[in-house]
Structures are given as C-alpha cells and as structure tokens.
C-alpha cells in the first residue's frame, strides 16, 4: 500500500526557515513523479514543485524561487521541500502527492493519484 506522511510543518516568523519531508512506503521515491502542493485559506491547491521522475529535473513555481528547493533521499524514501525566507503568503497546508506515471514538470492535482494528509505551515508577520 502506498503511503505519505508529511511532518515539519509549524509557525515561524517572516524570514525563517521550515524543512518539510514526506516518507514514502510502499514505492521506491526514484520511481514515482513526486510534488509539492499547497492550498492557502480560500484559494485552490496550487503546484509549489516537483521532481520528474525520468531525469530529476526540478520545478519551482514562480513565487517560490530563489527560497524554497525540493529534493529526495533515496536511502531513507523520503522526499523534502527546504522553505527559506518563508513570507506570510506562504501559509498553507502542504500536500506531497506521488504518481509512477505522471510525466512533465508542472504539477497537475489531477495527475497524483497518492497523497499525504497535509502539513500546516503559518508563517506570521
């Protein structure tokens, strides 16, 4: 059976740091497309990252760049989002989602067909 568990989410102040990781079962994260989803209050679930699961190349929206990277280990099947100089706008829960037949880099919702729980990230002013 699949599984996702996401932990490290919080609340942290504007400028800090949070390290999301999501460990995966019942799949090998180097086989499967993996992401990093977010849905803020009142707005629909949004595509933060992913990494292609043919040849690792990473994307990042445009909001996130320069501060957040995504990044997996295969020795512990986990697979991690680094959030850097987090803003307000960046509250959210965090969804890692996995799929073995998801292709391309923008991350679609409707392309995941497995999910973790969420993790609640605030980040105050």
């Known amino acids: 059976e699949v599984q996702l568990v996401e932990t490290g989410g919080g609340l942290v102040q504007a400028g800090g740091s949070l390290r999301l990781s999501c460990a995966a079962s019942?799949?090998?994260?180097?086989?499967?497309?993996v992401a990093w989803f977010r849905r803020a209050p009142g707005k629909d679930l949004e595509g933060v990252s992913s990494i292609n699961r043919n040849d690792g190349s990473t994307y990042l929206v445009d909001s996130v760049k320069g501060r957040f990277t995504m990044s997996k280990d295969t020795t512990k099947n986990t697979i991690y989002l680094h959030m850097n100089d987090l803003k307000p706008e960046d509250t959210a829960v965090y969804y890692c989602?996995?799929?073995?037949?998801?292709?391309?880099?923008?991350?679609?919702?409707?392309?995941?067909?497995?999910w973790g729980q969420g993790t609640q990230v605030t980040v105050s002013s």
């Open positions: 019942g799949f090998a994260v180097d086989e499967y497309g």
């Open positions: 989602a996995a799929d073995p037949q998801v292709l391309g880099l923008v991350p679609i919702p409707a392309f995941y067909d497995h």
